[in-house]
């Protein structure tokens, strides 16, 4: 059985820094790709970022980049999100996906319906 759990999210003054962790258990985490995903009220599920399994590379949403970044421990099944100059705007419920799909195109990775398995989500509140 496959269990992403989400660890480290809060509240946080704008300008502020937090790191979300995901591990995962039930699978073979160095052959899955791993994203972050949010979710604002009233808003539909966003694409944050991504890792791919084997070569680590990476991709990012144009609203997060230069201040996420997103890595991975193959050896701890974990894949973080560290969150800088954080904004109200970035406030919402964050998941990681776990993805067993070959993403030919890097635009796959930005599709929420090619993930696998969610993480129950967690909460990251940004204050002005």
């Known amino acids: 059985q496959v269990q992403l759990v989400e660890f480290g999210g809060g509240l946080v003054q704008a300008g502020g820094s937090l790191r979300l962790s995901c591990a995962a258990s039930?699978?073979?985490?160095?052959?899955?790709?791993m994203g972050w995903f949010r979710q604002a009220p009233g808003k539909e599920r966003e694409f944050v970022t991504a890792?791919?399994?084997?070569?680590?590379?990476?991709y990012y949403g144009d609203s997060v980049k230069g201040r996420f970044t997103i890595s991975r421990d193959n050896a701890k099944n974990t894949v973080y999100l560290q969150m800088n100059s954080l904004k109200p705007e970035d406030t919402a419920v964050y998941y990681c996906?776990?993805?067993?799909?070959?993403?030919?195109?890097?635009?796959?990775?930005?599709?929420?319906?090619?993930?696998?398995?969610w993480g129950q989500g967690n909460q990251v509140t940004v204050s002005s």
């Open positions: 996906a776990a993805s067993a799909r070959k993403m030919v195109y890097s635009r796959h990775y930005y599709r929420r319906d090619l993930y696998d398995y």
């Open positions: 039930g699978l073979t985490f160095s052959s899955y790709s």
């Open positions: 890792i791919s399994g084997s070569s680590g590379i990476t």
